[in-house]
């Protein structure tokens, strides 16, 4: 376990607080996909309700419209996956952070671009950015997966639009 | 050896730092580089470790230099080129991981020496324990030609004069020291030629041996290369008290 620790402590300039880039980064993936998950629901919730109309005093006294079509996916995830984007680029913004980190107080830079291993500073200024982000990436297309699995499930039977994946229309 | 061949570097302003300059530094040598600030000693160094691009070509024993032979150069800047959040055990520990001739036992005798601290940051160093470090860092890096730049700025004449003597002390022949300072006359004894460059091109260029041969010192070298006008101070104070 500490050799990948160590491993990991590799992707960033040495002397970074990685550990606490990683935690930050963590938290800003957990929040993302939390924001994302709320957002989902209230949309396809609201999507769903759109197909019902009330015919009596109770709440669940509710007939399907005839005719009525869920809007397609994409209209309903809309911007949920927004928050991924933002982090991705939080992310992007860190690895320029990582390169000025070397001329902060001195010019550490000087003796990363002197070293043998031609590729260490650039390793170290984007391998963790690199791997945060494809953790993000990953974190944002299981999401889009599981929320189409649960839009198909949840629209019910004939409700669902000719073209699921149209952008605009529905 | 160490070749430099018609190295030219303009900046992106169009201001020329360096101006053709040829130089040959063999295996063993102690060169001191004097100029006057802007001459272009920092730009050759640079130059020289591939921090900077430049017209024409450097040569280590032949070859160009590139990550394959670059840890055979060490630099210690004024600029300093540690991380400052590091403990200088860190620093060894680094060094030792990427330069295979890393001298750990030199490293370990400099640091005790100077009695430096071995696990505190080197942010909390003093300045003249900084410029140490970086000049141990260069000397253990295991490197066969050490380009240090104005290292002692800020450090008093008693720790200066003791870097000198524990210089000359543990230099191995095959090592070779390139040394760029205003501080002409303190290392007039250490270093065994002298290289001064002038406006980015190559002004003199004298063994201590030559020298002293000719019976001069470095300072008249310097002066006689830069016809620098003895007369100068006081004929612009005289000018300047008859206007007023």
Redesign the interface.
């Known amino acids: 376990m500490r050799t990948k620790w160590e491993a990991l402590s590799r992707l960033f300039?040495?002397?970074?607080p990685w550990s606490r880039e990683v935690a930050g980064a963590a938290g800003a993936l957990a929040g993302s996909a939390l924001l994302a998950v709320c957002l989902f629901i209230y949309r396809l919730g609201s999507a769903v309700d759109d197909l019902y109309r009330q015919t009596g005093r109770h709440a669940w006294e509710q007939d399907l419209i005839p005719g009525a079509l869920m809007p397609s996916y994409p209209q309903i995830l809309g911007g949920a996956l927004i928050f991924f984007a933002a982090a991705a680029l939080a992310l992007a913004l860190l690895s320029i952070a990582h390169f000025l980190y070397h001329r902060?107080?001195?010019?550490?830079d000087?003796?990363m671009?002197?070293?043998?291993?031609?590729w260490?500073l650039a390793r170290r200024c984007l391998g963790g950015s690199a791997l945060l982000l494809a953790c993000t990436a990953l974190a944002a297309a299981i999401l889009f997966g599981l929320f189409f699995i649960c839009y198909l499930a949840f629209t019910p039977a004939g409700c669902l639009p000719p073209d699921v994946w149209a952008a605009t229309g529905g | 050896m160490l070749d430099l061949k018609n190295v030219k570097k303009t900046y992106l302003g169009g201001s020329t730092a360096l101006d053709g300059v040829n130089l040959s530094i063999g295996p063993g040598e102690i060169v001191g580089l004097f100029g006057e600030n802007g001459a272009g000693k920092t730009t050759l160094m640079k130059c020289i470790?591939?921090?900077l691009r430049y017209q024409g070509e450097i040569a280590l024993d032949g070859q160009p230099i590139t990550?394959?032979n670059?840890?055979r150069?060490s630099?210690a800047?004024c600029?300093?080129?540690?991380?400052?959040?590091?403990t200088a055990g860190?620093h060894r520990d680094?060094y030792q991981e990427?330069?295979p001739r890393f001298r750990g036992k030199r490293f370990a005798a400099l640091m005790d020496f100077f009695q430096l601290p071995m696990g505190k940051a080197v942010?909390s160093f003093s300045t003249g324990q900084k410029n140490q470090f970086e000049v141990i860092l260069a000397l253990s890096q295991g490197a066969d030609y050490i380009l240090m730049d104005e290292p002692f700025a800020g450090n008093d004449i008693f720790n200066r004069e003791d870097f000198y003597k524990v210089l000359l002390g543990i230099l191995e022949p095959e090592e070779t020291i390139l040394l760029s300072t205003h501080l002409l006359e303190e290392v007039q004894h250490f270093i065994g030629r002298a290289v001064l460059l002038h406006q980015g091109k190559v002004a003199g260029d004298i063994t201590t041996l030559e020298l002293e041969e000719q019976g001069r010192g470095l300072m008249d070298f310097v002066k006689e290369t830069y016809q620098y006008k003895a007369d100068r101070v006081s004929r612009a104070l005289g000018e300047l008290t008859d206007r007023e």
Not at chain 2, 79 to 86: I, K, N
Request: charged share 20%; aromatic share 18%.
């Open positions: 300039p040495l002397g970074w902060q107080g001195a010019r550490s000087y003796l671009r002197r070293l043998p291993q031609r260490e | 470790l591939g921090l990550p394959k670059i840890a150069l630099f800047t600029e300093h080129s540690y991380f400052p959040a590091l860190a680094f990427h330069f942010r």
